[in-house]
């Protein structure tokens, strides 16, 4: 008579399933949604890091050494402090999925069982997919919350409303219902306070559209992507891709208005309709369609967001090890239920100053 598969056993094998499943389908490959392309090009080449966090040195002001004078003048040097510190600390994402030792004997089938594993395995992935999404679109949601990451607009954020420039001087608490007054709470990037007149150089790049979606939004892509120096990519391919430095994400609001105005503009429009109804580009950059930017969020990005990202610059990483990691445990109230967790590790990290890492357009909360 055959034995009975014990709960460890089970787990083992379940485990032993489920690894060569992620070896098949890893996380990140396998959740190459159409409409996740932010998701999926930002997390492409995500970096693997050791350390208690996340911590870079970045040069914020000048020692004034340089001059002219003449050829027998004294030369005078100065030393300062001119680096600063910024950090940033690591973030948990979780998931899991639950396997029945009954189910398993009932299951008998290694197909049937790899089949079940490879579905709840495709769940937890899924789960875990979405949940970063949000997060890395977001914001936290206090100074008391340690379980949201950093997000793009930690880093982008809304500068001074009816303005164009690098403004964006603080990141902003995704509180607008708590606090009753959208925009209002801020923190400081990194750590480190900016301002008009203290470290200025730590603001990034903010452009308000009051929500005029025309030749008036054009010009101030066209002044975004030169300021902050963006190049298309040399060869035309589908996203995600490495090769990839620089994209442009926004809504559904955004894109289909400048289709209509690009249509209403052009009096050949009659001859070569694929020119609007493609992925759209802007000075040759992919525009790409980021659904979740549908909704507005006063408090952190305003509405009808634009954003322009050198993914040199900004980027996920990940603590080694723990890159969508799998772990076992036994469920002490369920002696028939094993539980397997899958975690990501990880932090939304930008390795320059956020004035050299990409834009925010947006319509600004105070120009409604």
């Excluded at 032993?16 to 080449?45: E, H, M, S, V």
């Excluded at 870079?56 to 001119?82: C, M, P, Q, R």
């Excluded at 999404?133 to 982008?156: H, N």
């Excluded at 289909?256 to 694929?274: E, V």
Aim: charged share 20%.
């Amino acid at each position: 008579m055959a034995s009975r598969i014990s709960q460890d056993h089970a787990v083992d094998i379940g485990l032993g399933t489920l690894q060569a499943i992620r070896r098949k389908k890893p996380p990140l490959a396998t959740y190459a949604y159409p409409n996740y392309k932010l998701f999926n090009t930002f997390f492409k080449g995500n970096v693997k890091e050791v350390g208690d966090k996340l911590e870079g040195h970045v040069t914020l002001a000048s020692e004034d050494n340089a001059g002219h004078g003449g050829f027998w003048d004294e030369d005078t040097l100065s030393k300062k402090n001119i680096q600063s510190k910024y950090t940033v600390p690591w973030r948990r994402a979780y998931g899991g999925m639950l396997w029945n030792e009954i189910e398993s004997s009932i299951n008998q089938s290694p197909a049937r069982i790899y089949n079940v594993w490879e579905s709840q395995y495709d769940s937890a992935v899924k789960d875990i997919v979405e949940e970063v999404q949000a997060k890395v679109l977001g914001a936290p949601l206090s100074s008391s919350d340690d379980t949201s990451p950093y997000s793009i607009f930690s880093w982008l954020s809304c500068g001074t409303a009816a303005t164009e420039g690098f403004t964006g001087y603080s990141a902003h608490y995704d509180d607008a219902v708590a606090v009753g007054n959208a925009s209002k709470t801020t923190f400081n990037k990194g750590g480190l306070a900016s301002t008009a007149t203290s470290k200025a150089d730590w603001a990034s790049y903010y452009g308000d559209h009051q929500g005029n979606i025309d030749d008036s939004l054009l010009q101030m892509l066209h002044a975004a992507v030169l300021k902050l120096n963006f190049q298309p990519p040399v060869v035309p391919e589908k996203l995600p891709m490495e090769k990839v430095a620089y994209s442009i994400y926004t809504n559904l609001n955004v894109i289909q208005k400048l289709d209509a105005f690009y249509r209403a503009s052009d009096d050949n429009m009659g001859y070569r309709p694929d020119g609007y109804f493609g992925e759209p580009t802007f000075k040759r950059i992919p525009m790409m369609y980021c659904p979740p930017l549908d909704t507005a969020k006063t408090d952190v990005y305003g509405t009808d967001p634009i954003i322009g990202l050198n993914h040199n610059a900004i980027y996920p990483v990940i603590l080694r090890g723990w890159d969508f990691s799998i772990s076992r445990q036994r469920d002490r109230n369920r002696h028939v239920v094993m539980s397997l967790f899958m975690d990501l590790v990880y932090q939304i990290w930008c390795n320059t100053s956020p004035k050299y890492a990409g834009w925010l357009i947006s319509q600004h909360p105070d120009s409604d």
